[in-house]
Nanobody, 125 residues
Framework: QVQLVESGGGLVQPGGSLRLSCAAS????????MGWYRQAPGKQRELVAA???????DYADSAKGRFTISRDNAKNTVYLQMNSLKPEDTAVYYC???????????????????WGQGTQVTVSS
């Protein structure tokens, strides 16, 4: 089975920085896209940033210019560097792996999409 494990959340003051990491483990042959979503209390989960297997990126307007998403395909890991954090960035951040393909011998089954368990980011003075 595929598991996503996030790390790097925590408490930071406004204007500070955090770097989130998410490592996918299991018998993974490829991952189409990886991304970060967040959900604040009382709000719907929203896309923060996503990155394709070739490196193309997509950002929410709120993240542009402050956040940078990157990935290491060899490690099946995605990162989110967050700078100039604001109190409104406070949320649980979830990692997503879209279009995961596994391997078993010479067979490469399509496994689907997976989510991490979430990591809390709190921006407060």
């Amino acid at each position: 089975q595929v598991q996503l494990v996030e790390s790097g959340g925590g408490l930071v003051q406004p204007g500070g920085s955090l770097r989130l990491s998410c490592a996918a483990s299991g018998s993974i042959y490829s991952i189409n896209a990886m991304g970060w979503y967040r959900q604040a209390p009382g709000k719907q989960r929203e896309l923060v940033a996503a990155i394709g297997s070739g490196g193309s990126t997509d950002y929410a307007d709120s993240a542009k210019g402050r956040f940078t998403i990157s990935r290491d395909n060899a490690k099946n890991t995605v990162y989110l560097q967050m700078n100039s954090l604001k109190p409104e960035d406070t949320a649980v951040y979830y990692c997503n792996a879209e279009g995961v393909r596994g391997y078993s011998g010479s067979y490469y089954p399509y496994l689907g999409d997976y989510w991490g368990q979430g990591t809390q980011v709190t921006v407060s003075s």
